[in-house]
């Protein structure tokens, strides 16, 4: 009695653990998660093709052919058989073509570099509708979501209107992490240098957990935010309340917020200095540093004109297109240049954050 009851016990211990899971990635309320979901589910159904005959025939032959089983056909001699051959063959060759062709398709679909072409799936999207733009830094060990078009900024929240577009530029300041929010979209890397786009729109309005994806250092586990999906009018009250109550995110209170901390409570800004998060890419917040994009125009000159030194200035040699003339600073727009000169050209971001 006593291993009956611990039979049933066992059997039913993987379903009261999984009563708990919560499926958002199954069942997301954004339209690119969803079809992430959905192109997971298709997925495993065609493996399941192969695998579920496998399995069943399996367990068919350990029993048809067990020991004591003598109505069991013996043929020692049996050695091909081409209808089989096909089989074994044909249909996992199907099934893999069948899976190359959704994953392609799908890679193409999903893109998270590719504008939104619908809002869900009954509905496309408008011509005249302009993605939301946000700007996305992960710190360490906290997130900092920039609004350009609203002049505010957040740590550790983020806010956005449902069913409207909305265009992540995510990068990093030091460290690699992984932006994810299950429920919006699949997971994308923030990295130092580098700015990375992610496309997406929530449909339905709610709380909804972000994190890092990537692990990152000693406060991985709390470099978590939340997401809240609203309607418009709520989203311009939010707007408005934050532009309100918000602080002034200088770039001297940004190289501040820089610094690692661990469990960095909500913050908002009201006020962001123009062209941060170029400067954040670049590696040029600091006035010290020299921004990479005017360092790698100075390097692209110089090699140009060392080109040129080398073959001769004779007709007909002509130095790589550099699209840069005369002195490469005057080729660097002045918004997007630092907000004074650089007295150590040798100093960067990073040796200063360490």
């Not at 969803?34 to 399995?55: C, E, H, K, W, Y």
């Amino acid at each position: 009695m006593t291993s009956s009851i611990t039979r049933r016990a066992l059997v039913l211990l993987p379903l009261a653990l999984l009563s708990g899971c919560n499926m958002v990635v199954m069942n997301a309320s954004g339209d690119v998660a969803r079809q992430q979901g959905q192109l997971i589910v298709a997925s495993t159904l065609l493996m399941l093709l192969i695998i579920v005959p496998v399995i069943a025939l399996t367990l068919l032959f350990a029993w048809r052919y067990r020991q004591n089983n003598k109505t069991a056909k013996y043929e020692p001699d049996w050695d091909h058989s081409t209808m089989l051959e096909l089989v074994i063959w044909g249909a996992p060759l199907l099934i893999i073509i069948a899976l190359g062709l959704l994953t392609w398709i799908s890679t193409h679909l999903l893109d998270p570099y590719r504008p939104l072409q619908r809002i869900d799936e009954n509905r496309p999207i408008q011509s005249e509708i302009k993605p939301l733009e946000v700007q996305v830094v992960a710190l360490d060990w906290k997130w900092l979501f920039i609004y350009p078009e609203q002049g505010i900024a957040t740590v550790n929240e983020l806010v956005t209107p449902v069913d409207v577009p909305v265009r992540f530029k995510i990068t990093a300041s030091n460290v690699m992490n992984s932006f994810y929010i299950p429920a919006l979209a699949g997971q994308i890397y923030a990295m130092p240098g580098m700015d990375t786009t992610l496309n997406a729109v929530m449909n339905k309005p709610g709380v909804y957990d972000g994190f890092s994806a990537n692990y990152s250092g000693v406060g991985f586990s709390h470099m978590r935010f939340k997401y809240h999906g609203v309607s418009d009018a709520d989203f311009t009250a939010w707007v408005a309340k934050t532009r309100a109550a918000g602080g002034d995110l200088s770039r001297a209170s940004y190289l501040a917020l820089e610094k690692p901390s661990v469990a960095e409570p909500v913050r908002h800004y009201g006020k962001v200095a123009p062209a941060l998060y170029k400067a954040i890419v670049n590696r040029c917040v600091d006035p010290d540093a020299v921004c990479m994009d005017q360092m790698m125009a100075a390097d692209n000159a110089r090699a140009a004109k060392s080109v040129v030194k080398r073959e001769g200035a004779h007709p007909g040699v002509e130095a790589p297109a550099s699209g840069i003339t005369g002195n490469p600073q005057s080729t660097v727009p002045s918004s997007d240049a630092p907000s004074s000169q650089p007295t150590n050209p040798m100093k960067s971001h990073h040796d200063r954050a360490h």
